[in-house]
């Protein structure tokens, strides 16, 4: 069997000025098609890619890339240890939503770690050569210097959660305040009085925001509060397991836990267990992502759910939108002052289970 390619007016492949001639545009406009420029009407973008269909034409990735100045790359950059990446249901949800909207691209996903000062240092060279288009940030901390790094070397970058509430990056996350708040009240609402929490690290903000949440629940309700009622943990089960023990030499009255993630509720679910306290009988538990893990517990796991998926996704179609728009910006001398910055913030919703 012979299988015929597509073949342009003289006899080779098609060219982009065949494809813009039969769509009656422009080279420029099927350029910016095929690179997913936002800046193209509908009615333009399907008669430009009924015209590649019709013709058969295929980008040439690599001189487009060149010509373009462009790596056809992107970077996911995580600023934890190996070791918390691979047991977080959280991150392989991020990768699944980036995944997702990477798929009908030609751009490449680069996943690399910098959770050390010497890591750091490798990517900042990495990054300085320009070998990506631009750069997904997860699980950055308020001090971290990455964010800062991207941005003098005018890298699009967008971070999940922002650092702080004058984030200047494009950001994307979850309602952490609202979902904690909803975690609390429904733990009022079931008669508990003596709720502790697990925060997590507060160099996070979205961490502060959940402690935030809890704080004014308790004292919008009028509900038992102090500071020994609060354990810092780390987002990790041993985190979750240390918290849970301070908290029960502290306040072994406490009738119920909001912990901000499911990794920590299963570490302090075990502490729990191991010191004769029944879930939900003696003590209530509420957790924050509605991960896999939540559902696997016992009994299963009432929990936050933050649409982490769609947050991947979120946060890569903004990213390409950002590279986008600086591909087609003039030079840095000619441009004039813009207002840095989008901050998305999507919806949480608590799901009940047999915890509380």
């Not at 509908?42 to 790596?71: D, F, H, K």
């Amino acid at each position: 069997m012979v299988t015929r390619q597509p073949r342009g007016r003289g006899g080779g492949r098609p060219t982009l000025e065949e494809v813009a001639a039969r769509a009656g545009v422009g080279r420029g406009t099927v350029s910016r098609v095929i690179n997913g420029s936002p800046r193209v009407s509908a009615a333009t973008r399907a008669a430009v890619e009924a015209a590649v269909s019709e013709l058969g034409y295929v980008p040439n990735t690599a001189a487009r890339a060149l010509a373009a100045n462009r790596a056809d790359a992107i970077a996911l950059v995580v600023p934890e240890p190996e070791t918390r990446f691979f047991t977080e249901p959280y991150f392989s949800d991020i990768i699944r939503g980036v995944g997702a909207s990477l798929a009908d691209t030609s751009m490449q996903l680069l996943l690399t770690f910098a959770g050390g000062e010497r890591e750091r240092g490798r990517l900042a060279e990495y990054l300085a050569a320009h070998r990506v288009d631009g750069v997904l940030l997860v699980s950055v901390h308020a001090d971290d210097p990455l964010p800062d790094l991207l941005r003098e070397l005018e890298i699009p970058a967008v971070i999940s959660g922002r650092r702080s509430a004058d984030e200047h990056l494009p950001s994307v996350d979850s309602d952490n305040y609202a979902g904690a708040r909803a975690a609390v009240d429904h733990l009022l609402t079931r008669g508990r009085r003596t709720i502790a929490t697990i925060s997590g690290s507060l160099g996070v903000y979205g961490a502060r925001l959940r402690l935030d949440g809890y704080r004014e629940t308790l004292s919008e309700a009028g509900a038992v509060w102090a500071p020994a009622m609060e354990a810092t943990g780390d987002f990790t089960e041993e985190g979750g397991r240390r918290a849970m023990a301070e908290l029960l030499s502290r306040v072994p009255e406490l009738d119920a836990v909001f912990a901000a993630s499911d990794v920590m509720a299963a570490g302090a679910r075990q502490v729990l267990r191991e010191a004769g306290r029944t879930v939900p009988g003696d003590v209530a538990m509420v957790g924050f992502d509605d991960s896999v893990i939540a559902r696997h517990m016992d009994p299963p796991l009432s929990s936050v759910r933050q649409p982490i998926a769609d947050m991947g996704r979120a946060m890569t179609e903004l990213l390409l939108a950002e590279i986008a728009r600086a591909a087609e910006e003039p030079p840095t001398f000619l441009r004039r002052p813009v207002v840095e910055g989008r901050q998305v913030v999507l919806d949480t919703e608590l799901v009940v289970r047999g915890s509380s």
